[in-house]
């Protein structure tokens, strides 16, 4: 069936370095994408997300970058911080409020002091 | 960002009891909730989809009759898991989404974690 995966399980970053993480999908009628943090213990707070006629998006030190092509998100996060030790998950829905979101494996960012 | 209230955040049960969580969304209108279970070290898998006034959609696998979904109105979403066990000790979390074409963010309560003794 159609689903959206990650490549890492688990990523180990310094302090002040920048971080990647990476996400392929299936499905390409997907219309957004998105890339959610999750701490211990919460529930899945927004960070981005990229609409499918896009190939890049910025926030603050956050950047989405997608690639249709090849079916490819990825999630950089500059100048990586210890608040950003988390699970980040991306995930892929359509344009509907109705339409419901489907969550990758996750990868867990540990930064390094 | 919307904000949606998921109570309670923490709740122990007895085996054979009925647990309900709620989930409101306290600044817009919610005609979609979604509702996840959440295991250790795992993502989120989809429960159901529910429509307000509608019955919930139910995704392969969930016991409907089980997982009890209510939404009555366009704040509140109710899940109710009957009979608990303590395979159904898990982390909960429910979402709501406005029917607008085009809005795109879904908002996410703060999970419940469930735990069956």
């Known amino acids: 069936g159609e689903s959206v995966g990650l490549h890492l399980p688990t990523l180990s970053v310094q302090e002040g370095d920048n971080s990647i993480i990476n996400c392929a999908y299936s499905?390409?009628?997907?219309?957004?994408f998105i890339w959610y943090k999750q701490e211990s213990g919460k529930g899945p707070q927004f960070i981005i997300d990229?609409?499918?006629?896009?190939d890049k998006r910025q926030g603050q030190r956050v950047t989405v970058l997608l690639n249709k092509t090849v079916k490819h998100l990825s999630l950089q996060i500059a100048a990586t911080q210890p608040g950003d030790s988390a699970v980040y998950f991306c995930?892929?829905?359509?344009?509907?409020?109705?339409?419901?979101?489907?969550f990758g494996t996750g990868t867990k960012l540990q930064v390094i002091p | 960002g919307a904000v949606v209230s998921q109570h309670p955040s923490r709740v122990i049960c007895k085996s054979g009891t009925s647990v309900k969580i709620e989930c409101r969304s306290l600044?817009?209108?919610?005609?979609?909730m979604f509702w996840y279970r959440q295991f250790p070290k795992q993502s989120l898998m989809l429960m159901a989809t529910?429509?307000?006034?509608?019955?919930?959609?139910?995704e392969q696998g969930v016991e409907k009759d089980k997982f009890l979904i209510n939404h009555a109105s366009l704040t509140l979403s109710t899940l109710t898991v009957t009979s608990a066990h303590p395979e159904d000790s898990s982390f909960y979390i429910c979402?709501?989404?406005?029917?607008?074409?085009?809005?795109?963010?879904?908002?996410f309560g703060q999970g419940t974690r469930l735990t069956v003794v």
């Open positions: 995930a892929e829905t359509g344009s509907g409020g109705y339409q419901k979101v489907t």
């Open positions: 499905n390409s009628a997907s219309d957004y």
């Open positions: 990229i609409r499918s006629n896009m």
């Open positions: 600044d817009f209108q919610a005609t979609t």
């Open positions: 529910s429509n307000e006034g509608s019955k919930a959609t139910y």
């Open positions: 979402s709501g989404r406005t029917g607008q074409q085009g809005g795109t963010e879904a908002f």
